[in-house]
């Protein structure tokens, strides 16, 4: 679950990790109200959306105005809030169709004179939890990784003890940091860490982590996403979930038990289990499709389950045909092909159907289709279901 970067810092503030100070705006009124509260002579104004690149960002609306851009009256704050809010944003990570701002974080200038990274993620390789520290702040890490590796450092920490003093001070000796500076980067990233285990996150990123004149060390921006398995734990992170900048198809999957992602192709995937729906992907791309959607019904679904899915499947406009993949290890063939041909009835489905069987009863199942009178192709495997899926829609 990701929630928005106003949302990130109070939570990060509560956990002891240093933060500018900001005020939520939802009007260009509070904006001008936030700006004198603040006090400073420069603050920022930060537009508020599951999205990042804001700041190179642009409004369809307003092409000139950025998500992200210093103020330095009240006045010049509510003219750029008045831009912003009600507005749809476009940055790299939006796509074309961008995001509408409701909502802005009003924050404090700062005298930078540092910009850094750090990060706490899950690293499958050491099987826990990691920091990740860089020199090179306010930069996509991935450029970084890929241009400057040498001037990223990770440090794998205990997920009950946490990171320990001497290796955060060995991050910021690494780091270069001196003085109140070295003093205070200890502190951050230990408490950065615990933060990132105490709330099950999946990663806790900052960047940039900015080094002030005075050497402080403050999260200039935060993004936090969580484990969605752990969310029964944790329900004040529940709380901040903002549905509006979720995609509606996956949140009514998510209320039927269905794993299911949106994407941009146009043949539409149900599978049950989660390798599998990778695979089948894997071999639409391969043979010149494109996958709409992963979607895993999972190892015990219903008619019900199997329903919703090809409605969820068929309300994306661009989906052109459906590869049904299933293997009948715990559930058997003849058991999700009844589910099937029910749903077929019940939606009236009107794009090609492709369905690949394998596993328990699979003979039995082949032959209920078959015998169905449907317009329904069989694969005899995966490679030939792809393929007949992938020509259904040429």
């Known amino acids: 679950m990701k929630i928005h970067e106003f949302q990130a810092k109070e939570l990060l503030a509560k956990a002891g990790v240093a933060v500018p100070r900001g005020i939520v705006a939802k009007t260009p009124e509070e904006a001008q109200a936030a700006y004198g509260q603040l006090g400073t002579a420069v603050a920022v104004v930060k537009s508020q959306i599951h999205?990042?690149?804001?700041?190179?960002?642009?409004?369809?609306?307003?092409?000139?105005?950025?998500?992200?851009?210093?103020?330095?009256?009240?006045?010049?704050?509510?003219?750029?809030?008045?831009?912003?809010?009600?507005?749809?944003?476009?940055?790299?990570?939006?796509g074309e169709?961008?995001?509408?701002?409701?909502?802005?974080?009003?924050?404090?200038?700062?005298?930078?004179?540092?910009?850094?990274?750090?990060?706490?993620?899950v690293d499958r390789e050491v099987a826990g939890p990691v920091i990740i520290v860089s020199s090179e702040g306010g930069m996509d890490i991935e450029e970084v990784a890929a241009h400057h590796p040498e001037k990223i450092l990770t440090e794998a920490f205990d997920p009950v003890y946490g990171l320990e003093g001497y290796q955060a001070r060995k991050l910021a000796f690494a780091l270069g940091l001196e003085g109140n500076a070295l003093k205070n980067a200890e502190k951050f990233f230990r408490q950065l860490s615990k933060f990132f285990l105490d709330n099950d996150c999946s990663m806790a990123e900052i960047n940039p982590l900015v080094v002030t004149e005075e050497g402080e060390l403050l999260a200039l921006d935060a993004k936090v996403t969580f484990d969605d398995n752990a969310l029964f734990r944790h329900q004040n992170v529940l709380a901040y979930r903002d549905l509006a900048e979720e995609?509606?198809?996956?949140?009514?999957?998510?209320?039927?038990?269905?794993?299911?992602?949106?994407?941009?192709?146009?043949?539409?995937?149900?599978?049950?289990?989660?390798?599998?729906?990778?695979?089948?992907?894997?071999?639409?791309?391969?043979?010149?499709?494109?996958?709409?959607?992963?979607?895993?019904?999972?190892?015990?679904?219903?008619?019900?389950?199997?329903t919703e899915a090809f409605r969820i499947i068929l309300a994306?406009?661009?989906?052109?045909?459906?590869?049904?993949?299933?293997?009948?290890?715990?559930?058997?063939?003849?058991?999700?092909?009844?589910?099937?041909?029910?749903?077929?009835?019940?939606?009236?489905?009107?794009?090609?159907?492709?369905?690949?069987?394998?596993?328990?009863?699979?003979e039995l199942a082949r032959k209920m289709l078959a015998e169905s009178g449907k317009k329904i192709t069989t694969g005899l495997d995966l490679t030939d279901a792809a393929k007949k899926a992938v020509a259904s829609i040429a």
């Open 247 to 306: 995609e509606p198809s996956e949140i009514e999957a998510q209320k039927w038990g269905l794993s299911y992602v949106k994407l941009d192709g146009n043949l539409g995937c149900l599978v049950n289990g989660a390798g599998l729906a990778m695979s089948t992907m894997d071999l639409i791309k391969l043979h010149g499709g494109e996958p709409a959607n992963f979607l895993d019904v999972g190892g015990g679904a219903n008619v019900d389950q199997v």
């Open 97 to 121: 169709e961008g995001k509408k701002v409701q909502t802005l974080l009003v924050e404090q200038g700062l005298k930078i004179a540092r910009e850094l990274y750090a990060a706490c993620v």
């Open 316 to 362: 994306d406009k661009n989906v052109k045909g459906i590869l049904v993949n299933i293997f009948g290890g715990i559930m058997k063939c003849d058991t999700i092909v009844t589910a099937l041909l029910t749903a077929y009835d019940k939606i009236g489905i009107q794009v090609p159907l492709v369905v690949r069987l394998e596993g328990t009863n699979v």
């Open 51 to 94: 999205a990042g690149g804001r700041g190179k960002g642009r409004f369809k609306e307003q092409p000139e105005q950025p998500g992200v851009v210093l103020v330095k009256s009240a006045e010049d704050a509510a003219a750029h809030a008045s831009r912003m809010l009600g507005n749809t944003l476009v940055t790299i990570q939006t």
